[in-house]
């Protein structure tokens, strides 16, 4: 698909179809993950991959925004390896896993898969279902499946800003 069309296509699905996402298909969105950009190349992103039964019967009792999806990523950062700004100290892992999860996200839409990307969650149960270390933080979840035959874009979709609200040109 040109670029164009796969953002144009994507929006978030919130009702999924039991359909399995296939392990090629699962393959080419954790490459994309891999080859995303990270501060200093720290590639400090590390991700969970549930489609078992049971990993999804947890991550479901733990997180109420995964639709049913039949994939679900967890999306981790190893903080202590990304990158830190000497001017304003900040650690750039949010930024590092956002770029990592957008890719995957492109990536799923490319290849005829709904995503929705989720902030609204706990991270404590969620880790201690999965067992996280403690020098892992979670940070985006990431459900990916068909769209059921009747999921369509939220009126959210529909309210896009008009380029020239949010851009300045000096
Ligand atoms: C950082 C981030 C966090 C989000 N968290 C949630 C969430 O927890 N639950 C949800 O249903 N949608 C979530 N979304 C999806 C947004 O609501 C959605 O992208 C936005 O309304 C635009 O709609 P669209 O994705 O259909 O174009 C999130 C999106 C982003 C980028």
Known sequence: MEFEKVIRKRYSVRKYGQRPVEDWKIEKILEAGRLAPTGKNSQCQRVYVLK???ALKKIR???????GAPLVLLVLAK??????SPFTGRNIAETDTSIVTDHMMLQATDLGLGTCWVGYFDPVPICAAF??????TLMHILPIGYPAEDSEPS???????KTSEFVTFL
Request: hydrophobic letters at 40%; proline letters at 7%.
């Open 61 to 67: 009792e733990n997180c109420i925004m995964t639709f």
């Open 155 to 161: 009126q959210m979709h529909l309210a896009s800003k």
């Open 131 to 136: 067992g996280v270390p403690e020098d892992l």
């Open 79 to 84: 903080k202590e390896e990304a990158w830190v």
């Open 52 to 54: 078992s039964p049971e």
